[in-house]
Structure formats: C-alpha cells, structure tokens
C-alpha cells in the first residue's frame, strides 16, 4: 500500500490548487480523479477564457445556510493573491465589467498554472482513478498523524494522514459530475444540505410560454427580483430569452434565491421611469405604441408585448396619441413589473454550479476540516454558492489554500512555520 501526507479526490480548481500549495509547504500528495480530462470544468468557464475571480470578491457574494462561513478563507487568499500567481506564470488576463476577471487567451492557461503548481510541489496524480472504498483508522484518539485514511482505488490501495474532498457537485454530468463528495460526507455521519442546481436558466409552462418562445436568442439589460418584500433579492444584469423560458446574466443570478411556485419580477426597461415617458410620447406622436416601445426594448419584444394587450383587456395595437391613459398606465405597470412563475430549471445539464452541499456547521471555516479528524472539504462540494461572475472560482482558491495550510500545520509545524 502507499502512503501519502495527503489524498486529494478531485483534479478541479480547489483540488489542483490545495495540491498545489500543501506540496510546496512540504506535503506529499496524490490527487485522485476520475476523468481522464483534468480540470475540465475550468477549460469549459467564460466561454473558454475562464472567469477565474473577481476583484471585488467579499461574503457578501455568496449564498448557503451559513453563509458568513466563507469570511475567515476569503480573508487569507484574496483575488490579488491569486493575480500576484499569475503574474509569476505570466498569464495575460483583463476585466470585462463588475470586477470579472478573464484570461486575455484560454482558459488553458490557468490549468496549465495548476498542473506547473503542481509540479513544483511534487504532487502525484492519478487519473483515470476511481475510488472503491474509504475507510478511516484512529489509533490515536483522533487529532494527530497517527489517524489514517484507506482508500481502495482503481490503481490500488493508497493510505493518508489527511483526506480531502473536493470533487464538486452535480452540475454538469456529461463532464463527471457525480455525487461522490456528498456520499463520503454521509459515511462519516455529516449533514449534507439538500444540492440543488444554481446560476441556471429557468422555464415556464409550454403553453404559457408559447408568446415569447419566438424571441429565442433576444436579450436585454433588466431589472430582476425575486422573494418577499423582507426578503428580497434583485440583480441589475442581462437577460435572454429562450424557447424554453429565460437565460442570461440576471436569471442565471437569480436562480440560485429563487424557490419553486415563487414568481419572479422583471422590470423590462429599467432605465426609465416609464409613465412619465409614456405620458409624454402621447402628446408628441403619432406613432404605433409598439413603435414608441421599440426606443425602449427591442423591437421584437415590442411587437409581442402589445399583442398581449387583447387578452388583458387593453388596446395596445393602436397609435400612442389615441390610446386611453389606463390603457398606457397598464402598459408601464406590465412592463416596469412583469410577474412570471417559473415551473423549474434547466437542471444540471445546464447549471454553472450546485448549491446546497455539505453542512458548514460541520466544518472549521478556519480550516476546513470536519468534525471527522483529518477529513477536509473543499470547493463546490461544500455548503457555499457564489454569484455568477469568478466569485466561485475565488471560493475554490481561498478554500484550497486555507485547508493545505492547516495540513502542513498539523503534519509539518516546524517546517510550516518556517
């Protein structure tokens, strides 16, 4: 059997980059993963350029049970940490908006910034490898390097002092996606909260949906909310419309507050205060109101918010000057507050990330570590969500490193504190 400091079950962004940093503070490590692609999930973000964090990155940005857990890891490995990395590699990179961060070429850069990474710690991976079986041996009443992890592999049993979990969660199965993290939290008796998909497209009802199906591909900046006037949440951010229901920025943002049988309120023109606007136009056109509309919104959008006018009762096919004042004021309301009750998601197929995951309460937010001696979680797998926009990617650099450094200071103090 082999023997390792450290065991590492995901060749992702925070497994790579934990491997990473214990190797180089001293630490031998394997890192085990079941595809034969490595890190494929990066090599697929930002459309292929990879939104690796965001400058602005706070605890604010991000979601779960608990979700102040994330502070203490943000703290000690922030976006500047990681842009000080790639400048040592050289990898070009620019800002698109909100503090987003992109490489200028690939997002190949930054796996080959890991696997370098990597190197230079000694860190050994094996992939393809699957994981048959764990089981854990504490023959020293629990919290030194006499405790003990057995894994049986596809490439053979291998033990460690310290195991870490960070093979993600559901989204995107056709990548690999697996429930493995959560199956391994479960054995050792920790809480899972219950996944869910987030930053997800959402749908509606087929029939329902049937008048905006035609604007597939249309987008546009609105105003998107949903909750309870307590507890609310709105982003300001794009939106797409699709045969099935609606994507982009501000939905996949949304997705991961909404909760299903709630509506969600978009407003459609967000940039103006739309009865006076309305109001106005009146008295100085002659125009179709799909016409004064089309100064607005897109003008395919335009053409089917009026036709809607029949079926609520109001005339909106007609010009903006004849039009009654209700009539134009249920237009301003309608747009300026749409209401619409998905039936559900894209699911995983199409969700960036999962929500929900293992139970903060059962890990140090200092370390990582579970209440299961030597046993860490990592990255998406666990209870904490990001915003859309490089904060999950950030999760997974500042979780990695927080747990390699407690590793090494369990494992390695005096070389640690040297």
Not at 4 to 19: T, Y
Not at 373 to 400: C, H, K, M, R
Request: glycine share 10%; charged share 15%; with cysteine.
């Amino acid at each position: 059997m082999q023997s390792f400091d450290v065991v590492i079950i995901g060749a992702g962004a925070a497994g790579l980059f934990c491997g990473s940093v214990a190797g180089q503070l001293g630490l031998k490590v394997l890192i085990i993963d079941h595809s034969e692609k490595v890190a494929e999930k990066i090599r697929i973000s930002g459309g292929g350029r990879c939104n690796f964090t965001n400058r602005d990155t706070s605890a604010a940005n991000f979601l779960g049970n608990n979700p102040n857990f994330c502070r203490s890891a943000l703290a000690r490995y922030t976006p500047q940490d990681f842009l000080a990395l790639l400048h040592r590699h050289g990898v070009a990179w620019h800002e698109k908006h909100k503090g987003q961060l992109f490489c200028d070429q690939s997002a190949e850069d930054i796996i080959r910034l890991l696997l370098a990474e990597c190197d230079a710690g000694g860190v050994t991976r094996w992939q393809p490898c699957s994981v048959q079986s764990i089981s854990f041996s504490d023959a020293s009443l629990g919290r030194t390097s006499s405790s003990s992890y057995a894994l049986d592999t596809s490439r053979g049993p291998v033990q460690a002092a310290c195991l870490v979990v960070a093979c993600g969660g559901l989204s995107i199965p056709k990548i690999g996606a697996s429930d493995l993290g959560y199956r391994i939290a479960r054995q050792f008796e920790l809480p899972v909260i219950a996944p869910r998909p987030a930053l997800v497209p959402l749908t509606f009802d087929a029939a329902a949906w049937a008048p905006f199906a035609e604007l597939a591909g249309l987008a546009l900046p609105v105003h998107i909310e949903t909750g309870g006037k307590k507890d609310s949440t709105s982003f300001a951010e794009d939106l797409l419309f699709t045969h099935r229901g609606l994507s982009g920025p501000g939905v996949l943002q949304i997705s991961s507050y909404w909760a299903p049988g709630t509506p969600i309120r978009l407003n459609l023109a967000p940039l103006q205060q739309l009865p006076g606007w309305l109001a106005r136009a009146k008295t100085a056109s002659r125009r179709l109101i799909s016409n004064e509309l089309g100064a607005l919104v897109p003008a395919r959008l335009a053409d089917a918010w009026v036709a809607q006018g029949a079926s609520l009762g109001h005339d909106w096919l007609r010009p903006i000057n004849e039009a009654t004042d209700k009539a134009l004021a249920a237009l301003a309301e309608r747009l300026a507050n749409w209401a619409l009750t998905p039936t559900g998601t894209e699911g995983y197929r199409k969700a960036e990330v999962t929500a929900g995951g293992v139970d903060t309460r059962a890990l140090s937010g200092q370390t990582m570590e579970s209440r299961q001696p030597g046993l860490y979680f990592i990255g998406e797998v666990v209870d904490v969500t990001g915003w859309l926009g490089g904060y999950n990617f950030q999760w997974a650099w500042a979780s990695g490193f927080a747990c390699a450094q407690a590793m090494a200071a369990r494992l390695r103090p005096t070389a640690n504190a040297a």
